[in-house]
């Protein structure tokens, strides 16, 4: 549609930036830290452990400091689970709470809203050896767990996501490092562990809502619209397939306390249908979000399945669907530029997605991750131009901006990351921040703190409420 008046951002818009814990604070054992998933876990061969990342946790109050610099009116970032439960349930480590508690601090008195995700990928290890979220009794320990994020921190956090990209998880949970290669039925089980995860956030929505009446508490899955790659009618079948898999799923679950249909009817046809206990369905139905919060990198295209063995059933990443036999088939799309690292850029996708998500839900939604992942080269005298992230930042904003006028309720926009931060898989050097980190792959170097140009830029844009891009 095109608008002869573009709506401006609304006065009070959370323009933010995120992190999550274990790519970006270090001190993955200091202070009574227990070990989680992504601690144990192996990386990649050429990539940079967990283990001091942007050393974000002894820098903090410097980081925020920047942070303030550059303006921001919201900041997300994640809690580990591990440094407030060392072993996931038990006995609570005061000093995680202490951490959390001043960096909460310090974040207000910079008039900065904390956004926090409570679980982002790094599971207790100790959870973990118990059959982490195959176990139903990790539901148990997360909602404990909720309870006492709630109890500490409520009084000063109002925004509150649940669980990052279950979706990803899932589906891709072996690139994430998330997933346990040991189960023997893989994907009947990770579908049992995703009943565990929607009870456990529907219990926490639940909890939230008693506990902190003045906080707004939602999912952050990751969300994006999913193309057929023509009008052959197959192939829009195979879109939809894909969709309801990928992102419905997670959301109607969320949302509507219930199973989409064609999801379901996909767990049937392939045998992954969890065992849902009576008065499973209610506990869904109870837990309702306040808002959705959602990551958004890329959409995926996609054709009809051709159900042979041209049709793998297998990721290289999270962002780059191969397709599954009989289901869909991913292909590219021709009509988009990619990044160094094989995302494809599309700012209209996600203008196109937050009209669907809206469409759908009506629901205040809040963007939690976008970005641009790439090899940031440091320059004489202290400099960063990443002209190429100022690119796509903009044109993802313009078309958040355009989507506002398209009558969606968003009410903040935090690209990832704020801050340089070790990737999911791809080491240090796929770099998303605004402030780049003086350390390689390897050497920590001295993890300087320097601002890059996109930081400028950001500033600008928040300072003239997105006018100014
Ligand atoms: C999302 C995650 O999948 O994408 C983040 O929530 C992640 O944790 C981000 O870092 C970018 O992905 P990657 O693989 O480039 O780090």
Redesign the pocket.
């Known amino acids: 549609m095109y608008h002869k008046f573009i709506k401006p951002f609304p006065k009070d818009f959370l323009w933010g930036a995120s992190t999550?814990a274990y790519?970006v604070e270090g001190a993955w054992n200091e202070d009574g830290k227990g070990p989680s998933v992504i601690d144990m876990g192996k990386h990649p061969e050429g990539t940079s452990d967990f283990k001091v990342a942007s050393d974000h946790y002894h820098r903090y109050k410097e980081d925020i400091a920047l942070f303030a610099e550059m303006g921001l009116k919201a900041y997300r970032f994640s809690i580990a689970w591990t440094r407030i439960y060392p072993k996931g349930t038990g006995e609570i480590n005061e000093k995680g709470i202490a951490f959390y508690n001043d960096l909460i601090n310090e974040l207000l008195s910079h008039n900065i809203e904390p956004i926090v995700t409570m679980y982002?990928?790094d599971l207790p290890y100790a959870l973990q050896e118990k059959g982490g979220w195959s176990n139903r009794e990790t539901v148990d320990a997360y909602e404990n767990y909720a309870k006492t994020l709630f109890k500490y921190f409520g009084d000063r956090v109002k925004y509150w996501l649940t669980i990052?990209?279950q979706n990803?998880m899932i589906l891709y949970g072996a690139v994430?490092g998330t997933f346990d290669s040991k189960i023997e039925n893989p994907q009947k089980e990770l579908y049992q562990q995703n009943h565990h995860m929607l009870l456990a956030q529907a219990k926490a929505m639940k909890l939230c809502h008693e506990m902190c009446p003045n906080a707004k508490i939602g999912p952050a899955p990751?969300i994006i619209s999913i193309y057929p790659a023509s009008s052959k009618p197959e192939d829009v079948i195979a879109a939809s397939n894909f969709s309801s898999i990928r992102n419905w799923l997670y959301l109607d679950a969320a949302v509507f306390g219930r199973y989409n249909s064609i999801a379901w009817s996909y767990l049937e046809e392939k045998g992954y249908t969890p065992i849902i206990q009576e008065g499973d369905m209610e506990i869904l139905k109870n837990g309702k979000p306040d808002f959705i919060a959602f990551?958004y990198?890329s959409t995926s295209t996609v054709a009809e399945s051709k159900n042979d063995s041209s049709n793998k059933n297998s990721t290289g990443?999270?962002?780059i669907a191969i397709g599954e036999p009989g289901v869909y088939r991913g292909v590219s799309n021709p009509y988009l530029e990619k990044t160094q690292?094989g995302w494809e850029i599309d700012p209209i996708g996600f203008r196109n997605t937050l009209r669907e998500i809206n469409e759908r839900y009506n629901l205040p939604l809040l963007v939690t991750?976008n970005?641009l992942?790439a090899y940031d080269k440091l320059e004489e005298g202290d400099v960063v131009n990443d002209d190429y992230r100022i690119d796509f930042l903009r044109k993802h904003i313009e078309q958040a901006k355009l989507a506002i006028t398209d009558g969606v309720n968003l009410i903040g926009y935090c690209p990832?990351?704020a801050i340089d931060?070790v990737?999911?898989?791809?080491g240090f050097s796929?770099r998303?921040g605004f402030i780049y980190v003086n350390r390689d792959e390897f050497d920590l170097k001295d993890l300087r703190r320097i601002k890059k140009k996109s930081f400028y830029w950001y500033k600008d844009v928040i300072e003239s409420n997105g006018e100014k891009i």
């Open positions: 999550s790519q982002h990928f990052n990209e990803m994430l990751n990551n990198y990443d999270q962002q690292f991750e970005g992942g990832w990351s931060l990737s999911t898989h791809q796929k998303y």
